[in-house]
């Protein structure tokens, strides 16, 4: 579960991303959260995944109290987290699967567990065939599903995906989404951060519009048509 209550994040600049945040995500759920560029979505998943502190309010995430967590109990909270980015990040030099090995790896996985779950995760995206091509030899759409197994490989309780469409054309993006309700559907959390107004009203989910650092709608009646 997430929840921030009353959260506000000013920069040291001076600059305000957030006032007065309040926002439950139940275990279990998929939520779009939505708004224009600026509007505080990139600050909240900065949040969400401790890399930046708020300023004021409570912060728990699968949980872990972000307001008193130790520096040592971070990497278990980000272990409870799979995060995907627009860029896919992939490392250009491994192959589909090494991608993907190299997140459990990280987290000192066992060789035995790894031929185990990576080519279970590579069959939930679509990705079997491709295990031993590099990130060059596949497409734009399978690159971001390598990221996806990626994020899921580690069994994470919850998916964040930061614009994970903004490189991809409508067919492939749909796609793409499809995938993460299939994955929601199998007991994950998901929370996709995006301004793709076409792309959300596609699909019947919550959908949290922020704007200005407030939200300024939260619910299943249809997207915020923001200017």
């Keep these: 579960m997430v929840q921030l209550t009353d959260v506000s994040k000013v920069y040291e600049n001076g600059t305000r991303a957030l006032t007065d945040i309040d926002l439950k995500i139940e275990d279990g759920e998929f939520v779009f959260l939505v708004g224009p560029s600026g509007s505080g979505k990139t600050t909240i998943i900065k949040l969400l995944t401790g890399e930046i502190a708020a300023t004021e309010g409570e912060i728990e995430v699968n949980g872990y109290d972000l307001n008193t967590i130790k520096p040592k109990k971070m990497p278990y909270l980000r272990r409870t987290l799979g995060v995907i980015f627009q860029d896919f990040r992939l490392i250009e030099d491994k192959t589909v699967y090494e991608n993907v090995a190299f997140a459990m790896r990280a987290t000192g996985a066992t060789n035995a567990a790894i031929k185990e779950r990576v080519p279970y995760v590579l069959e939930l995206v679509g990705l079997e065939s491709r295990a031993k ?18 994020a899921l490989v580690n069994n994470p309780q919850m998916i964040i995906a930061d614009e994970p469409t903004g490189n991809l054309d409508p067919a492939r993006s ?44 939260d619910g299943m009646d249809g997207y915020y048509n923001y200017e």
């Design 133 to 150: 091509n590099l990130p060059n030899e596949i497409s734009g759409g399978e690159q971001q599903r390598v990221a996806i197994a990626r």
């Design 174 to 217: 749909l796609e793409i989404m499809m995938l993460l309700e299939k994955i929601n559907e199998l007991g994950t959390t998901v929370l996709i951060v995006t301004h793709e107004k076409e792309l959300v009203n596609q699909f019947s989910k919550r959908v949290v519009a922020i704007d200005g650092g407030h939200i300024i709608s």
